[in-house]
């Protein structure tokens, strides 16, 4: 699996990208907005499409609240994508959806294929083994959906937590300083990211490529 995992929207290696995309179909993932009001989620997701689609790459929007409870027709249409981007937003809620949906299952058994998988913020931070560590930059409480319910593990791809927003102008630096502070103390593997920065890797199929 190829992962693209930036700190905030496409960074600073947008042909690198569009490279990685060239030739395949990719589906964008809006739900870590879910619990923000309908308008401004609008914007915000219609603005990360269009930086896609100003690259050249071919996309659609992949909202995994119209598979809640249907894996089978999610594995489905995935079977027909090369792979996916997945937006900024709340960890906690995108994750929610990602379990709702079996998203989360149906991409781990894509790790050590050709399937690629961007992201940034929230949409990197949700592959670290456990989301301790990001409750003073989400909230875990938030719960947009029915049978929304708090879930602090991750999807497992990366051995470590990235932290992104690390020292940038980004609303949410001050309170990742606190997040660094917080997971040096526990002892939580993490690695930050600058907005703009990029980290670009490859997953066998037994396990994390990348370390900390």
Same mark, same amino acid.
């Given at each position: 699996?190829?992962?693209?995992?930036?700190?905030?929207?496409?960074?600073?290696?947008?042909?690198?990208?569009?490279e990685m995309?060239?030739g395949?179909?990719?589906?964008?993932?809006?739900?870590a907005?879910?619990?923000?009001?309908?308008?401004?989620?609008?914007v915000?997701?219609?603005?990360?499409?269009?930086e896609l689609?100003?690259?050249g790459?071919d996309?659609? %929007?992949?909202?995994?609240?119209? +598979?809640? $409870?249907?894996? *089978?027709?999610?594995?489905?249409?995935?079977?027909n &994508?090369? /792979?996916?981007?997945?937006?900024?937003g709340?960890t906690?809620?995108?994750?929610q959806?990602?379990?709702?949906?079996?998203?989360d299952?149906?991409?781990?058994?894509? %790790?050590?294929?050709d399937?690629? +998988?961007? $992201?940034?913020? *929230?949409g990197?931070?949700?592959?670290?083994?456990? &989301?301790? /560590?990001?409750?003073q930059?989400d909230?875990?409480?938030?719960?947009?959906?029915?049978?929304?319910?708090?879930?602090w593990e991750?999807?497992?791809?990366?051995?470590?937590?990235i932290?992104?927003h690390?020292?940038?102008?980004?609303?949410?630096?001050?309170?990742?300083?606190?997040?660094?502070e917080?997971?040096?103390?526990?002892g939580?593997?993490?690695r930050?990211?600058?907005?703009g920065?990029?980290l670009?890797?490859?997953?066998?199929?037994?396990s994390?490529?990348?370390?900390?």
């Amino acid at each position: 699996m190829k992962l693209y995992l930036s700190s905030f929207r496409v960074g600073d290696r947008s042909a690198e990208l569009a490279e990685m995309c060239s030739g395949i179909r990719i589906g964008l993932i809006p739900n870590a907005m879910d619990d923000v009001a309908p308008e401004p989620r609008a914007v915000s997701n219609d603005k990360a499409i269009k930086e896609l689609v100003d690259l050249g790459i071919d996309v659609e %929007v992949l909202d995994l609240r119209d +598979y809640f $409870g249907d894996q *089978a027709r999610l594995e489905a249409i995935l079977a027909n &994508l090369g /792979g996916v981007w997945v937006r900024g937003g709340n960890t906690f809620v995108l994750r929610q959806a990602m379990k709702l949906s079996g998203f989360d299952g149906l991409l781990a058994e894509r %790790v050590g294929t050709d399937f690629f +998988y961007g $992201g940034y913020s *929230a949409g990197i931070c949700v592959l670290a083994p456990s &989301l301790v /560590g990001l409750g003073q930059v989400d909230d875990p409480q938030a719960m947009p959906y029915a049978d929304s319910e708090v879930t602090w593990e991750g999807l497992g791809l990366l051995d470590y937590l990235i932290l992104p927003h690390y020292k940038s102008d980004h609303r949410e630096s001050a309170t990742i300083d606190k997040e660094v502070e917080f997971c040096t103390r526990k002892g939580i593997p993490f690695r930050t990211l600058r907005d703009g920065e990029v980290l670009v890797l490859e997953l066998p199929g037994d396990s994390a490529s990348s370390r900390p």
